[in-house]
């Protein structure tokens, strides 16, 4: 399963983005989806995941009440809603897929897109 993020991109604090996960195969629609984030110099950070039928969900608290991960198994797309973006919120995004992704080890990975919170 190869899968495509975008929709990074430069925002001012406080606005508001939302990025996009799409899958090439309709296996995408039985798997957990999960967003982490990487700046450079410091650990990835695993965000959020959300179950294979949406049904379910967690965040870090880092995240939490701001973002909101949801999919469209229809569209083989999974969608990272960022709000009230902060500073610190910048970093290459990636989204991931299947596998234990639970415990932060997906078994797929797409490539990253970059979000940059600055005034």
């Known amino acids: 399963v190869q899968l495509q993020a975008f929709g990074g991109g430069l925002v001012r604090p406080g606005g508001s983005l939302r990025l996009s996960c799409a899958a090439s195969?309709?296996?995408?629609?039985?798997?957990?989806v999960g967003w982490f984030r990487q700046n450079e110099g410091k650990e990835r950070e695993f965000l959020a995941w959300?179950?294979?039928?949406?049904?379910?969900?967690w965040y870090a608290d880092s995240v939490k009440g701001r973002f909101t991960v949801s999919r469209d198994n229809a569209k083989t797309t999974g969608y990272l809603q960022m709000n009230n973006l902060k500073a610190e919120d910048t970093a290459v995004y990636y989204c991931a897929a299947g596998g234990p992704i639970k415990n932060g080890r997906p078994a797929y990975w797409g490539q990253g897109t970059q979000v940059t919170v600055s005034s």
């Open positions: 195969e309709r296996a995408f629609i039985t798997f957990t």
């Open positions: 959300i179950s294979y039928d949406g049904d379910r969900s």
